[in-house]
């Protein structure tokens, strides 16, 4: 079967090649492919800034947002022939540490945990893949291909449950609700957030292209400019862009008792503002900044079920580009007016 496979930590080595089928080893049920998303990370495993091969292999398949069609549901009765699913990315580790023995391997503590398409093992950027029971998520075949977008909603679904849990602590009804970036993870914070009624705002640079009418289609307010310069302060935060002013003025401008979520991954940046005084105003109003990475099988769950209630036009909306496996290059490439790109396996 053809698959698209690099060899992580060289750049340029990307490949849509022949590999052997699945091993069986991989998982009972047998899947056809029918899309990949593409995001930052594996345009960064492309170009051999990280991303681990299997043990003792040189390359990894690419694909961590993926959607298939079972060929073969193995020995699982929860499953049948021709369900659309999505694969939870992360493995726990083998020790396992306390989170991963509880099912919580998104909370992993000693960093052993693996990755489909990322750490050490092969991802969904194939033909066919195979996939363990309890790491397969039916979807709603309702959505069509717009399924693949699951694997970013649970990144936000995960993020929301801990502003949720950090806002127990004390008396809080959040009213207002910041989305910094609008990338497809921003966009899909908002609408997952409307569908709670709260009142979101979304801020990115951009002032033109598709997103300050997705942001309006959804109820919300579209912003540009400096977070600062808000005419509110938000209850929660939700930060999707990893730049580090953003995230300095997050802290600075979140309202009293506010709880600011990390969801991006940036490097870098000048500090613009004295920690301490960042502190200061922290502890002035008892806020709360908390980091959220990755997604457990609850949130898997929880995703699929608010992605099957979103606009499917809408969401039709954030796939601005559709590319055929073997134009691999093209879809790994970032282009300015793209929010999601998706690779096309099959026909759904
Ligand atoms: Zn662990």
């Known amino acids: 079967m053809k698959a698209i496979t690099v060899e992580p930590g060289k750049p340029g080595t990307a490949r849509y090649e022949d590999i052997p089928e699945p091993d069986v080893r991989e998982g009972s049920i047998l899947v056809e492919a029918v899309a990949a998303a593409v995001c930052g990370t594996d345009i960064e495993i492309a170009e051999g800034k990280y991303g681990w091969a299997p043990p003792g292999q040189t390359r990894l398949v690419l694909g961590h947002e993926s959607l298939g069609r079972i060929i073969d549901p193995g020995v699982s009765v929860s499953f049948k022939k021709g369900d659309l699913v999505a694969g939870i990315v992360r493995r726990p580790d083998p020790v396992p540490c306390p989170n991963c023995a509880v099912g919580e391997s998104d909370m992993c503590r000693n960093g052993r945990y693996t990755e489909r398409g990322i750490k050490e093992i092969h991802g969904f950027m194939s033909e066919r893949w195979r996939i363990e029971p309890e790491y397969a998520i039916k979807v709603d075949p309702s959505l069509g291909i717009l399924a693949v977008l699951l694997e970013p909603a649970t990144v936000i679904i995960k993020a929301l449950e801990q502003v949720l849990a950090v806002g127990q602590r004390s008396f809080w009804e959040p009213k207002t609700l910041l989305v910094t970036g609008a990338g497809p993870i921003g966009l899909l914070a908002a609408a997952v957030a409307r569908l709670a009624g709260i009142e979101v705002h979304v801020l990115d640079r951009v002032e033109t292209g598709p997103k300050p009418e997705l942001v309006r289609a959804l109820g919300a307010t579209y912003h540009s400019g400096s977070v600062l310069d808000l005419g509110f302060e938000p209850d929660v935060v939700v930060e999707c862009t990893?730049?580090?002013?953003?995230?300095?003025?997050?802290?600075?401008?979140?309202?009293?008792?506010?709880?600011?979520?990390?969801?991006?991954?940036?490097?870098?940046?000048?500090?613009?503002?004295?920690?301490?005084?960042?502190?200061?105003?922290?502890?002035?109003?008892?806020?709360?900044?908390?980091?959220?990475?990755?997604?457990?099988?609850?949130?898997?769950?929880?995703?699929?079920?608010?992605?099957?209630?979103?606009?499917?036009?809408?969401?039709?909306?954030?796939?601005?580009?559709?590319?055929?496996?073997?134009?691999?290059?093209?879809?790994?490439?970032?282009?300015?007016?793209?929010?999601?790109?998706?690779?096309?396996?099959?026909?759904?």
Do not use: M
Request: aromatic fraction near 6%; hydrophobic fraction near 45%; charge should be positive.
């Open 242 to 348: 990893g730049v580090g002013s953003v995230i300095a003025d997050s802290i600075q401008k979140i309202g009293a008792g506010g709880i600011v979520c990390l969801t991006g991954v940036g490097a870098g940046g000048i500090a613009s503002r004295a920690v301490a005084d960042v502190a200061a105003a922290a502890v002035l109003k008892n806020n709360v900044v908390v980091g959220s990475v990755n997604a457990n099988r609850r949130h898997w769950y929880k995703a699929a079920e608010r992605l099957a209630r979103l606009d499917r036009k809408w969401l039709s909306r954030l796939i601005t580009r559709y590319e055929k496996p073997e134009n691999f290059k093209q879809a790994l490439e970032r282009k300015p007016d793209d929010i999601k790109v998706v690779i096309e396996f099959s026909e759904i």
